[in-house]
């Protein structure tokens, strides 16, 4: 039998009746001095703490990454050293657009968020299930966000201002049509691709580095749902991908996806035909075939949500010896952006919440004092550095080797042409007949409220990605290409 435990205030003090207030008499207004009413509307008062701006909902779940390959010709992390080396991890799945209580099936990238806690401190890969992004500088991130979100007018999801900002970013247009294909509403988190998606740096013992690009490729299958039957499980259950995922692990079904690897040598970056950093592009598996490395497994349910997948912090800037970045614009802008939105959403000691601190080390520096400092605050130890007191101290040996700059600091821009087509236009090809069509059907479905002018915009993109693609979406649009395109006729 359960020994019976006393309820207390947040303080220990014994509450002696947890089911009526503290009155002046029978009908007497409630009094100040009912401390433990006052504690409990305050801290109901504050549950909610401010939502991610974006990947606002999500579910995640314990497991470990297993390594089966030996990769130590390319980088020297230590949880990467050895084949059948197991690192417990943490990942975090989430829709990216919508609001906490948005479906789980709303036609959006879903992220992808892992942090493997590591013997030398925590890294953190956040990614999505696809391999590119709408854009490739970060300069234009909160612009694509406002555009997905609700007019400010309405309060209304808006589909002037979403195809308004792809028209006039010509680079989304690969990753548009990722978004509106099938994969666009995957059937569950289980059944999906996780990509680190930006390029990154290995670096070997020998200080070698290589560019490299992470990918997630689920053992339970690809399985989408159709634009029809998406938006009917949004009515039926949105929280549908949420309870498949806690379901499926809590019924011993653990989801897994195995690791493979794309690995450039440094020198071959600068002569390939694409920028191996612009985050609109990918690599061709011709080129860079894929090496498997590993395998993820998703073994144990969180025991309460808010305290890790809520709290869950995950940057790209919390990296291990043996893997650094790359020069990839939008993986230089989030390595800001993630940490300071957790400075803002947790408070400046989020590093010290359970979900988010070390696992399999300690951390062991000089910050101390801020909100919620709930640990021993650094003790009596010294809080500041040089010192002559024992305190901790730099490790040369992890200093990374110099990478190799060079141009004018200037904003320059991307030069647009028909590159920013050709990916989008090659991947439209392998698809199915079938494919296609639910394709086309979609974008059509999404563009049928937006602007004339909008609409055509970027049905000129469409044509020159692939001439049966703008010629698809226009018919079901009924726009005459001849008539009100004739430059792409």
């Not at 490739?136 to 589909?159: E, I």
């Not at 979403?162 to 099938?182: A, C, G, K, N, R």
């Not at 040089?386 to 030069?415: H, I, Q, V």
Request: charged share 25%; proline share 6%.
């Amino acid at each position: 039998m359960t020994e019976k435990k006393n309820l207390t205030t947040s303080f220990g003090i014994p509450v002696d009746d947890n089911q009526n207030s503290l009155t002046a008499g029978d009908r007497g207004p409630v009094l100040v001095q009912d401390f433990h009413l006052l504690e409990k509307l305050a801290h109901f008062n504050r549950e909610r703490i401010p939502e991610r701006v974006v990947h606002a909902k999500g579910a995640g779940a314990h497991g470990y990454f297993e390594l089966t390959a030996d990769v130590s010709q390319w980088t020297k992390a230590k949880f990467l050293e050895a084949a059948g080396k197991r690192t417990p991890v943490f990942v975090r799945f989430s829709t990216v657009g919508g609001e906490k209580g948005s479906a789980d099936t709303a036609r959006d990238p879903r992220g992808f968020a892992v942090k493997f806690y590591t013997e030398e401190g925590n890294y953190d890969l956040v990614g999505n299930n696809t391999p590119t992004f709408f854009i490739r500088d970060p300069l234009k991130f909160p612009d694509l966000v406002h555009s997905q979100k609700r007019n400010p007018q309405t309060n209304c999801k808006d589909a002037n201002a979403v195809w308004d900002f792809f028209s006039l970013s010509p680079e989304s247009l690969h990753q548009v049509t990722i978004l509106y294909s099938d994969r666009g509403t995957p059937k569950s988190y289980r059944h999906m691709n996780g990509y680190g998606s930006h390029t990154f740096q290995w670096i070997n013992a020998e200080g070698q580095s290589f560019w490299v690009k992470y990918h997630f490729k689920t053992n339970q299958g690809i399985k989408n749902f159709t634009r029809e039957e998406a938006n009917r499980m949004a009515g039926d259950n949105p929280d549908y991908a949420t309870q498949d995922l806690f379901e499926a692990i809590a019924s011993d079904n653990y989801p897994s996806w195995t690791v493979r690897m794309q690995i450039m040598p440094v020198a071959e970056a600068a002569a390939y035909r694409f920028d191996p950093f612009d985050l609109t592009k990918v690599w061709s598996h011709k080129d860079y075939p894929l090496i498997e490395i590993g395998r993820l497994v998703l073994d144990r349910n969180p025991e309460n949500y808010f305290a890790e997948v809520e709290q869950a912090a995950f940057s790209p800037s919390n990296v291990v010896p043996g893997i650094s970045f790359s020069p990839d614009k939008m993986l230089q802008g989030r390595l800001f952006a993630y940490p300071d939105a957790h400075r803002y959403r947790l408070g400046g000691n989020y590093g010290s919440l359970p979900i988010n601190c070390p696992h399999a080390t300690k951390a062991a520096n000089y910050q101390r004092d801020g909100a919620m400092r709930f640990d021993e605050n650094g003790g009596s130890s010294v809080n500041y550095e040089p010192n002559s007191f024992g305190g901790p101290t730099e490790s040369p040996e992890y200093k990374e080797p110099p990478l190799a700059l060079s141009g004018r600091a200037e904003r320059r821009s991307f030069e647009r042409n028909d590159r920013d087509f050709l990916q989008a236009g090659e991947l439209y090809r392998v698809l199915t007949e079938e494919q296609k069509a639910r394709l086309a059907d979609n974008i059509v479905d999404s563009m049928k409220p937006v602007k004339r002018e909008i609409q055509l915009r970027q049905i000129s993109h469409f044509y020159k990605a692939d001439p049966d693609y703008g010629d698809r979406v226009a018919q079901g649009l009924g726009i005459d290409i001849q008539k009100e395109l004739p430059e792409l006729g």
